[in-house]
């Protein structure tokens, strides 16, 4: 048996092919896209913490014993986090640990509210807090 004539035509139609594979394509790459800029954006602030971590440390060498030091570090990185710019002060902390002869300063950053973590749902993310160490020898090499 033959098939209808508007069968037949319906089969060799292409037109709108070019929508359909779209609309399959799209998802995927707007996911893509989403995670490159997530992850771009996580590690442009996990770089950002490390230089405020390894400034922070720096400023600590010039003081004569944990508690100055420890003031040294936290004051430098409160103020160091300024320079960059969508780095919210707020949300970092800063931790000194001596060990006898170097100093470990420990920066944490809380990027649950950043851009990079807006579409986390969408494309998988690392963990939203980013924590930086530097360690400084102290005294006399």
Not at 88 to 102: E, I
């Amino acid at each position: 048996m033959r098939k209808p004539r508007s069968i037949r035509k319906f089969g060799a139609d292409q037109q709108g092919t070019a929508l359909v594979e779209f609309a399959l394509v799209c998802p995927v790459l707007i996911a893509m896209v989403i995670g490159m800029v997530g992850w771009g954006s996580y590690f442009w602030m996990a770089h950002s913490v490390q230089q405020v971590a390894n400034d922070a440390a720096r400023a600590a060498v010039a003081g004569l014993n944990a508690t100055e030091r420890s003031q040294l570090a936290k004051a430098s990185a409160a103020e160091g986090v300024t320079d960059y710019a969508g780095l919210d002060a707020t949300r970092l902390t800063t931790k000194v640990t001596d060990r006898g002869d170097r100093a470990v300063i420990s920066v944490s950053y809380d990027a649950s509210n950043s851009v990079a973590f807006a579409f986390a749902k969408i494309a998988p993310m690392p963990s939203s807090l980013i924590t930086r160490q530097a360690v400084v020898r102290l005294g006399g090499y």
